[in-house]
């Protein structure tokens, strides 16, 4: 038999073992948000995320090692985004009813998530990379990352505050609108989806299709908007 | 199957190719559902009587991915034990900022949705 310490050091470098453990951790996240009624509070990225950062200080793994194997998860972001085309075509004759309250919805949305974001980390005295890693931080990672290199931030630390802000919209916002009285769920799946961008998609389309349509018409809009506003807005500070 | 993840493959790939090419803003993915969704709606004029898209696989595909979605924004999400040492310097106005802003946001984006669908849903 081979001797366990080496065993271990094959299997923490192989892409295979870490592809493993985020599956794993996700199945366990996902279950659990099953097993409470999909409450939003029991977020399945937030729990499988915090698993896997325990596991990887423990065993002293860098992100990059760990990357190798994730990445093949991550990869699918890209078809996934293609895919929202499928549920945009089969409730097109709803969405095609709603192109004016999108659109303003969408602008004063997009406006807000930037100016807000920036505004208060601004009075708490962060500095300008901080800032416009934050500026992006409603649209989905891949834009955000984008976004965020191009007007002076830092991707890594976006795509940190891009997550965050996903599992953070995903949680509120089923209490939120409840607590407005908000019963449209076109409006309820749209606000996720500006805000949240495929975190909050997620969310949506766990609670209803149409809210779930909504919310990946908004993802995909915002991101091109915000790719728009957000240097104009950063530029307002520099 | 196999035609269905080409087909989705093939879209981001043009997107990408479009992005790139004409130096647009949009990302590549999300040129490629525009034109998934542009292809979808051609099928569904010109050939009226083909089969409804959620019984094809690649209505199957796409169900598979969006019924994960979460899944997949763990191995980015994770990258979060790189930034220890921001999240201590900048944490309280960071938190603060998220909370605030994602709040603000739905706020916002949900009613103003609803104030204009109001005026706009009663037309015919």
Same mark, same amino acid.
Request: proline share 13%; hydrophobic share 40%.
């Given at each position: 038999m081979t001797d366990p310490a080496r065993l271990w050091v094959f299997l923490a470098a192989s892409p295979l073992f870490w592809l493993t453990a985020t599956l794993a951790a996700y199945a366990v996240a996902d279950w659990l948000s099953q097993r409470a009624d999909? *409450? =939003?509070?029991? *977020?399945p990225v937030l729990i499988a995320v915090l698993l896997l950062a325990a596991l990887l200080t423990l065993t002293r793994t860098p992100y990059e090692t760990y990357f190798e194997g994730a990445q093949f998860v991550h990869f699918l972001l890209g078809p996934a985004t293609v895919a929202l085309a499928v549920p945009l075509h089969r409730n097109w004759a709803t969405v095609r009813k709603a192109l004016a309250p999108i659109f303003a919805a969408l602008l004063a949305g997009a406006a807000t998530a930037v100016v807000s974001a920036v505004g208060i980390a601004w009075a708490f005295g962060a500095p300008f990379d901080v800032l416009a890693s934050l500026a =992006?931080?409603?649209?989905?990672a891949a834009i955000a990352m984008g976004i965020s290199q191009e007007i002076g931030g830092n991707p890594a630390l976006t795509a940190t505050l891009v997550i965050s802000t996903g599992v953070l919209g995903a949680i509120m916002v089923t209490p939120l609108m409840n607590a407005m009285g908000l019963t449209d769920y076109r409006a309820r799946g749209f606000a996720v989806g500006v805000a949240s961008h495929g975190i909050g998609t997620a969310r949506a389309f766990q609670v209803d299709p149409v809210a779930g349509t909504f919310a990946g018409i908004a993802l995909g809009l915002n991101g091109l908007l915000t790719a728009l506003i957000a240097p104009v807005i950063i530029g307002w500070i520099r | 199957m196999l035609h269905a993840i080409l087909i989705l493959l093939g879209c981001q790939l043009l997107g990408e190719v479009l992005a790139r090419g004409l130096g647009l803003p949009v990302p590549g993915p999300v040129i490629g559902m525009a034109l998934l969704f542009a292809a979808l709606q051609l099928r569904a004029r010109l050939t009226p009587e083909a089969a409804e898209i959620g019984t094809l696989p690649l209505g199957a595909v796409a169900a598979f991915l969006l019924a994960n !979605?979460? !899944? !997949?924004f763990v191995p980015a999400g994770t990258g979060i034990i790189r930034q220890t040492a921001v999240l201590t310097a900048h944490g309280p106005g960071l938190v603060i900022a998220l909370v605030g802003s994602t709040a603000l946001t739905l706020i916002v984006t949900a009613l103003v949705f609803v104030a204009v669908a109001r005026r706009t849903d009663r037309k015919p």
């Open positions: 999909r *409450n =939003p509070l029991v *977020n =992006p931080k409603s649209v989905t | !979605l979460s !899944l !997949l």
